[in-house]
Structure formats: C-alpha cells, structure tokens
C-alpha cells in the first residue's frame, strides 16, 4: 500500500505552476516552488534566504519522514544549494515547509548572482524510511577486527585492485593494514 500523506496548499499560486508535480515518470522528488511575492536576488556567499514551499504536510507514520534536497542541476550548473544543505521534516511536524536557498558562488565569478523567480522550482522533497533503534549502552564496543575508529579516508580511493595484494587480502579475508600512500 502506497504512503497515503495530508498536503495543505498554502499558496493559492501552487496549482497553477502544476503543482504537485514529479519532474518525470519515475522522479523520486516532488518538485517544490519558490513561493515569493517578487524576484530574489541571492548574493553570493550571502547568509541563505528561507523561502516558503506553500505547502505544510502530514506524515503520519513514524516509520517515514520527508527530506528537502537541492535539485541536482541547480547546484551542480548555477550554485543554488541548500543552506542547511539536507531539510529534515519529521513524521510529527506540519508546519510550512520552508527551502533554505544558499549561494555558493565564488562572490567574483562572473554572473555570480542567483536570481530566483516566484514560482521556479528549486528544491524537491523526497519521502523515506527511518527506523528509530534500541541502543544498547556498553563500556566497549563488542570486538571488530575490519574497521575500529579510522575514519576519514582511512579506506583510500584509488579503485581496487582484484589481481593485487588488496584484491587477494579481502577474498582471502585477510587484514591488510594501510599506509598513508593507501590513500592516494
């Protein structure tokens, strides 16, 4: 059975922007507008501006949340991201969904600015499982012989090697223990 959610239109502009839309047959983010009175011009390096999605919704499960994600290609091609970079909405919250829209923009690139229009879509919201563990507390953690505490790049990021000495370590299930130049 599909996540059946309650979805508040708060600004009446909504539908006739073709909201709610996904951007294709098989998007996993619903396309969220900006929902302003007038154009935005954000400033590069500028504190992020909050800007209202006109919509407040109702999760209901406490097996789901919601997560407010920048659009790939206007992060990727213009610079507009998120300023909390990832919005959580939490199955118990439905207030208005606000987009946090940052600038990252080096302030002397050309055509720096972002200027954002009432009704572009700039961010997406995307549903997703949570699960909520038991912890159980403990004065050390029970023995772990692959990772222990290194952390950070500690794994490298050249591409394996199955014929090398990686490659024939982890079929054989054998430790290696790394250098510094493992993370080349």
Not at 37 to 61: D, M
Not at 110 to 120: E, H, K, M
Request: proline share 9%.
């Amino acid at each position: 059975m599909a996540l059946s959610i309650e979805l508040k239109i708060l600004d009446p502009r909504l539908p006739g922007w073709g909201f709610p839309h996904y951007g294709s047959a098989l998007a996993a983010g619903l396309d969220l507008h900006a929902c302003l009175g007038e154009p935005l011009n954000l400033r590069p390096q500028a504190p992020p501006a909050l800007i209202s999605a006109g919509i407040a919704i109702r999760i209901g499960s406490l097996e789901w949340c919601a997560l407010i994600l920048p659009r790939s290609g206007l992060g990727h091609r213009n610079g507009l991201v998120l300023g909390n970079l990832v919005g959580v909405i939490d199955p118990d919250y439905e207030g208005a969904c606000l987009i946090s829209a940052w600038n990252r923009n080096p302030p002397d690139a050309a055509d720096s600015d972002i200027v954002i229009r009432p009704g572009d879509r700039i961010a997406q919201l995307v549903f997703t499982r949570i699960e909520r563990p038991q912890f159980a507390i403990v004065p050390a953690f029970s023995q772990n012989e692959i990772r222990q505490d290194r952390g950070f790049g500690s794994t490298g990021i050249a591409a394996a090697d199955p014929g090398g000495d990686a490659g024939r370590a982890a079929q054989s299930g054998e430790r290696r223990e790394h250098s510094p130049a493992d993370a080349r």
